[in-house]
Nanobody, 118 residues
Framework: QVQLVESGGGLVQPGGSLRLSCAAS????????MNWYRQAPGNERELVAS????????NYADSVKGRFTISRDNARNTLYLQMNSLKPEDTAVYYC???????????WGQGTQVTVSS
């Protein structure tokens, strides 16, 4: 079945950087808009960044603009999230999502923990 496997999370000090990866398999990666979501304890899951399949256009939550960069490698079926200047409020479980809205396809990874703390 469809797989989305996130990696790259961990513990980092404020101001540090992490690069998350999401390896996709068993579906046609290039048909899907790819998204990163995050969920902190007690909070709803929120959209962090997205990248379309059509032209790689990107969109970011205001809270991460200028600090995070989403990208995709269609040859490797992999999604990335480069996170710089991390803040304690970025602490959350980060989820990879693949969405093909017109076909009602919506896939999720299992999440990777990011903790920003000194």
């Amino acid at each position: 079945q469809v797989q989305l496997v996130e990696s790259g999370g961990g513990l980092v000090q404020p101001g540090g950087s992490l690069r998350l990866s999401c390896a996709a398999s068993r579906f046609t990666f290039t048909y899907f808009t790819m998204n990163w979501y995050r969920q902190a304890p007690g909070n709803e899951r929120e959209l962090v960044a997205s990248i379309t399949n059509a032209d790689d256009s990107t969109n970011y939550a205001d809270s991460v603009k200028g600090r995070f960069t989403i990208s995709r490698d269609n040859a490797r079926n992999t999604l990335y999230l480069q996170m710089n200047s991390l803040k304690p409020e970025d602490t959350a479980v980060y989820y990879c999502n693949a969405r093909w809205s017109t076909m009602g396809r919506d896939y999720w990874g299992q999440g990777t923990q990011v903790t920003v703390s000194s």
